[in-house]
Each structure stands twice: as C-alpha cells, then as structure tokens.
C-alpha cells in the first residue's frame, strides 16, 4: 500500500532518514516525540516537499488523478478557509471527489455535533481536528494518511474518533491508514504495528501484539541489576530503587528470575526506555 525507503530530507539543524512500510489492512502507527520527523515524513510522502529516496503509494512513485482520489489526508497545519462553513464544504468535496459520501459525511457530522453554518474559524481545536478526519473519510480513500488527528482532543472525542477509525478499517480489509500521535496509549488500542522515530531515525518497528506479549519492563535493585543475565536487556535506565529495564523477552525473565518484578510493557514505557534508556 505504501513503501518508504531511505527517505531523506535535510534541514538546518536536522535530517530525516526513514523506511516504513504500511501493508493493505493494515493500521500503522508512526510515534515520536516533538520534533522526531514525523510531519516531515507525511510531508514528503504526500509530495508536498522536495526529498531524496523512494516514496511508492499503490506501487507507484508518481501518483495520478485516480491513485489521488483513494487517499484521504489530515496534516496538523492544513485545513478549510476559516471563513467557509460546514455548508460551504460540501460542494467543493462534491467537485474534488467523485466518490465523495455525502450521506456519510453528514451522519458524521451530526453524530459529532458539528455545527453546519458556522464559520469553521470559530470551530473549537476538537471541532476542527473531527472536521478534518470526517473530511478525509468521506470519499471512500483506500489509504488514510493522518498526521496526530487527534491533537487537542479531549479523551471522549480522542475515543470516537478512534472508534470511527476501527469502523473504516472493518468496512473493507484493503484499507490501511498510517497514523501519528504523540499519545502512544491511543495508537496502542487500534495499531495493528507501529514504527518509533527519534532525531529522524526510525528506532524501532514492531507488531503491537509482541509488543504487548513479548515487551516487558524489569524493575531490579542494585544487586539483582549486577546478577541479571543482560542478553536480552535492550536498554536500562536508572531509577532510585536500582535499575528498569526494557526486555522484549519477557518469558525469559519470567521463568529464570522470579523474583525481581516483571511489568507488562506498553508502548509508552518502550518509547521512554527506547529514547532515555542507556
Ligand atoms: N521548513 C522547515 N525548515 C527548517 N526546519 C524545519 C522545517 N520543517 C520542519 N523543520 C524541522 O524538522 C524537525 C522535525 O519537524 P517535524 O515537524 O517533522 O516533527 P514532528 O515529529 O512532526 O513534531 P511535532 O510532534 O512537534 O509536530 C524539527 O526540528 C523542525 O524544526
């Protein structure tokens, strides 16, 4: 569905080097933290910036109109005229998408409240973060690209919004939707697997369900730290009681360390680790 490889981008104080891949029926998370590269890669993927690597959507480098028409977008920094309405929009859907739903939308809409006569500029930041994502699902797009939809969204909203996600996902097994946030608990809960970026590197990429099987966080103290066979250690942080450490084989502890207290990893506690962890 979508293939990055080497995907390089150079600003003054920074560079992006990124692969990731997003398979058909596939959600994808992308998390880091501010600054990690994240938009930069969205960006590039959708041409919106120069760049050096290779970039496939649908098994092409170069999109045309029809591959254009499958994907729906949300970046932070875009969005409708704030002084066009709900009302206003529809048309213009109408005339860019031929497959545009306007049933769909509008049931989106009022399931969200939103109002359809007010100025979006007088939207609330959870009003125009919904409005984007009903935008970018209202066409029937086999590939959603969604830089941190969720932002500023409180936690009931951040809930719908990702329930909608899992509804779109269900409705056909050939849609993928790559996602950023930078509230990884979210990505946690629908992310099929995810890719972790810091400093424009991808760290890290891996199944969700192993993450959450496999990954574990092991709380030692000085001593038992000493004595802890460190093979299948990825990184260790020290704490005032002695040292965690990230694992991503936790049945081993389990069974040769019964005693020290073995945490279930989350994706959350991996990213600090990853990052922070020596
Ligand atoms: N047009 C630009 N010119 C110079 N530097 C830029 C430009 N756009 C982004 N950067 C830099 O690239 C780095 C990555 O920015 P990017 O917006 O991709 O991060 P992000 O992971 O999306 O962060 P956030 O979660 O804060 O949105 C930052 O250091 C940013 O300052």
Request: hydrophobic share 40%.
């Amino acid at each position: 569905m979508l293939k990055v490889k080497h995907l390089k981008k150079n600003y003054a104080s920074f560079s992006l080097d990124c692969s990731l891949e997003v398979k058909p029926g596939y959600m994808t998370g992308l998390i880091g933290q501010n600054g990690a590269g994240k938009s930069t890669t969205f960006k590039a993927i959708l041409g919106l910036i120069h760049y050096e690597g290779l970039v496939e959507v649908f098994g092409r480098q170069t999109l045309n109109e029809e591959d254009k028409q499958l994907l729906g977008v949300v970046l932070s920094d875009s969005g409708f005229s704030g002084y066009l309405t709900i009302s206003d929009i529809i048309p213009i859907l109408k005339h860019l998408y031929k497959s545009f739903d306007q049933t769909f939308f509008l049931r989106m809409v009022n399931q969200f409240e939103l109002p359809k006569n007010k100025k979006i500029k007088e939207f609330s930041t959870g009003m125009k973060a919904k409005l984007k994502v009903i935008v970018a699902m209202s066409h029937q797009a086999k590939l959603l690209i969604l830089d941190e939809p969720t932002a500023g969204l409180d936690v009931i909203a951040r809930d719908e919004l990702l329930d909608m996600m899992r509804d779109y996902m269900a409705e056909d097994d050939q849609r993928s939707i790559l996602i950023s946030s930078h509230i990884s608990s979210d990505l946690e809960t629908i992310c099929d697997d995810f890719y972790m970026i810091h400093n424009g590197r991808v760290m890290m990429h891996e199944d969700t369900d192993v993450l959450l099987s496999d990954y574990a966080l092991l709380k030692v103290d000085f001593k038992q730290f000493e004595q802890l066979d460190k093979d299948y250690i990825l990184k260790y942080k020290k704490e005032s009681y002695g040292y965690s450490c990230l694992t991503n084989q936790k049945q081993y502890y389990t069974e040769n360390y019964p005693d020290i207290v073995i945490e279930n990893g989350h994706i959350d506690d991996v990213m600090t680790m990853m990052i922070r962890g020596e």
